[in-house]
């Protein structure tokens, strides 16, 4: 049997992973961007026990291996009480590990507007929560979404992490079949493949969303 | 209308407004001159809550201004600030800016408040520009919106931070022009600026400012033509005769 005939033979096995990792990255990104947001905007009210509990939490969570912390969820949580699914317990530690790098992405984006313009919103007599909506969010998201683009790629990537906490997603089934078959060469090509497949029209995306922004 | 009761600021260790206080009544234009680092900004800016004070009393028709109550945004909206670096908002155009206010602060309606915006912008001589982003106006038009969108408030009173300062001397003009038909309609104004011209022929009373306290007051004919202290008029002979 020549590479393609093997190949039509795992691919349907495959495409079955293929499905719990679009699962597991696009809940992650979805619970990442939302605490990443929360982080951020704790970080920027300056209430100092907001600003403490935002920045203890994003440097604790950068210091710690995703893989550890994924392993900490699904392997030490039962132990007091906390029984997660893989899967739940995937999403979950993929979505706290990205928060922290999506925060300083949206923190940055936010001081990247000028101060003049957030007095010139308070002189007007808007609230900070109409300067975030009104002046804010409107312009930091210009500069935010090529980062963001960046970190759905990586996020998409580090699923295959969720693998060592037995999700059957594609890294996982690849290494399930290429062990009853030890056909090592055509499985590991497949799989690479097929993340290259979903990834590179992310980076062509955020490459473009780059060139808009930066000529505006 | 406004008054500043002994107010007292310091940054740290560095103490740049060291008991100030004035009144402005209800139609007058006061105009604070005085060299950098006088304290002339900070005033200002302590009289629309952008920074605290120490000590004293800042009253807008009785209601003490505290940055840190919730009551300061409903100030805000009866006293509206131009800043010398215009300060718009990029993304959006210039009608955008001056409706901006009127509907997400005062909850004006759209289209009224469209109506509103376009008048004003013409009457600051910009009729022509209502879709023009910021990026694409000269700073003397940018500022010109900005009075616009400070006058769609419909305040008491505007605060004005060296206006002009930011500008290339030939659009200096059309802002003061802009400023001096305002003050003819009536506004209660503050205005910090270094434009002598200006407050000679505008204001009602000069302040003069140096150290974080107030050196000298009155009449512009009185502070600018005949200063008495002679910090004044050291200061003053600085601004007119530059090079000597």
């Known amino acids: ?216 | 209308m406004i008054q500043v009761q002994d107010i007292h600021k310091s940054f740290g260790t560095l103490n740049v407004i060291k008991g100030v206080s004035f009144e402005v009544n209800k139609g007058e234009v006061v105009c604070i001159i005085g060299p950098s680092g006088s304290g002339k900004s900070t005033i200002l800016r302590c009289i629309n809550g952008l920074e605290t004070y120490q000590r004293g009393a800042i009253l807008i028709e009785g209601a003490k201004v505290d940055p840190a109550d919730r009551s300061i945004t409903n100030l805000r909206t009866q006293v509206s600030m131009v800043f010398q670096r215009f300060n718009l908002f990029p993304h959006r155009t210039a009608l955008e800016n001056v409706m901006e206010g009127p509907v997400f602060v005062k909850k004006t309606a759209p289209t009224q408040a469209r109506d509103q915006a376009a008048a004003l912008l013409d009457k600051v001589g910009l009729g022509d520009k209502l879709d023009t982003y910021p990026g694409k106006l000269s700073g003397g038009q940018q500022q010109r919106v900005a009075i616009a969108r400070a006058l769609a408030m419909q305040p008491k009173a505007i605060l004005f931070d060296e206006p002009t300062s930011a500008l290339d001397p030939e659009l200096v003009g059309e802002v003061l022009t802009v400023m001096r038909d305002v003050a003819a309609e009536g506004m209660t104004m503050v205005v910090v600026t270094h434009e002598m011209e200006f407050a000679r022929a505008v204001a009602d009373r000069v302040l003069f400012l140096e150290g974080g306290v107030i050196v000298e007051q009155g009449p512009p004919q009185d502070v600018l033509r005949n200063p008495r202290h002679p910090r004044t008029q050291d200061f003053l002979h600085r601004v007119i005769h530059p090079m000597e």
């Open chain 1, 1 to 216: 049997m020549g590479f393609w005939e093997r190949a039509a033979d795992y691919v349907p096995l495959l495409l079955q992973g293929v499905w719990l990792t679009l699962i597991v990255t696009f809940l992650s990104v979805a619970l990442s961007t939302l605490l990443g947001f929360l982080w951020a905007v704790m970080a920027w009210t300056r209430h100092p026990v907001l600003v403490a509990i935002s920045r203890g939490f994003v440097t604790i969570i950068r210091g710690i291996p995703i893989i550890v912390q994924l392993f900490y969820i699904y392997f030490v949580m039962p132990e007091i009480g906390i029984n997660l699914t893989a899967m739940q317990a995937g999403i979950i530690g993929l979505g706290i590990a990205y928060s922290a790098y999506q925060a300083e992405n949206f923190r940055a984006g936010i001081e990247a507007i000028d101060k003049g313009q957030i007095e010139a919103a308070h002189s007007i007599g808007m609230t900070d929560q109409l300067v975030m909506r009104r002046v804010i969010l409107p312009q930091a998201i210009r500069i935010v979404l090529p980062p963001f683009g960046n970190t759905i790629i990586m996020i998409l990537k580090d699923s295959s992490l969720v693998s060592t906490i037995t999700v059957a997603e594609l890294t996982r089934q690849g290494q399930l079949i290429a062990a009853s078959t030890f056909d090592n060469m055509t499985v590991f090509t497949l799989v690479a493949l097929i993340y290259l497949a979903l990834s590179l029209p992310l980076t062509f995306l955020t490459r473009h969303l780059e060139k808009r922004y930066s000529q505006a």
